[in-house]
């Protein structure tokens, strides 16, 4: 297997990982529901299994959001969370430039550049929980403590409830 750099990340900081592997049939185009259909394939709790969305605010700034497979990010929540009047999802063709991701592969380790993240709450409920590897295809599955601590993420309340 070929290391990510978010792999090669958490050996270097010695950070129990496990990596599996999907069959990616493109369903990261999608809008809604890759992420909850990745859980199903590797027999996940969707509860468990974030997906990453880069947003921009309205100062230009971006922002990395975690969110699980079954919940919608609350646009509300996030420009609170990270002090914006506004936040709007990157195009998937910026990802790339952005982030060093493609859409599908988007990972909150080893981007680019720093920027501020964000972890819906939520993930402290899982002992273990599942990310993009940084490529399609591939999970890491590991601590969400230790997903916080090497992201040098924010843990907020981000969830879009039902109405």
């Known amino acids: 297997m070929k290391k ?3 792999m090669r990340i958490l050996d270097g900081l010695k950070i129990p990982y496990e990596v ?3 069959d990616d049939d ?3 185009y999608l809008e809604q529901g890759a992420a909850e259909r990745i859980s199903e394939k590797l027999g996940l709790d969707a509860r468990c299994v ?3 969305i880069v947003m ?3 100062t230009k700034e971006i922002c990395i959001f975690c969110q699980n497979a079954l919940h919608q990010i609350n646009l509300k929540k996030a420009r609170a969370a990270c002090g914006a009047s506004e936040v709007f999802p990157v195009k998937s063709e910026e990802l790339l430039s952005l982030t060093g991701y493609v859409r ?3 990972t909150p380790l080893g981007m ?3 920027y501020r993240t964000f972890i819906d709450k939520s993930a402290l409920d899982c002992k273990k929980i599942c990310i993009s590897a940084g490529i399609r295809g591939e999970q890491i599955i590991l601590s969400p403590h230790d997903l916080i601590r090497v992201a040098d993420a924010q843990c907020v309340d981000l969830i879009l ?3």
Do not use: L, V
Request: aromatic share 8%; hydrophobic share 10%.
């Open 4 to 6: 990510t750099n978010a």
């Open 20 to 22: 599996k592997s999907y």
């Open 26 to 28: 493109g369903e990261h």
């Open 50 to 52: 974030f997906k990453t």
């Open 56 to 58: 921009r605010t309205d």
């Open 104 to 106: 599908g592969g988007c």
């Open 112 to 114: 680019r550049k720093k």
């Open 161 to 163: 409830e039902s109405s």
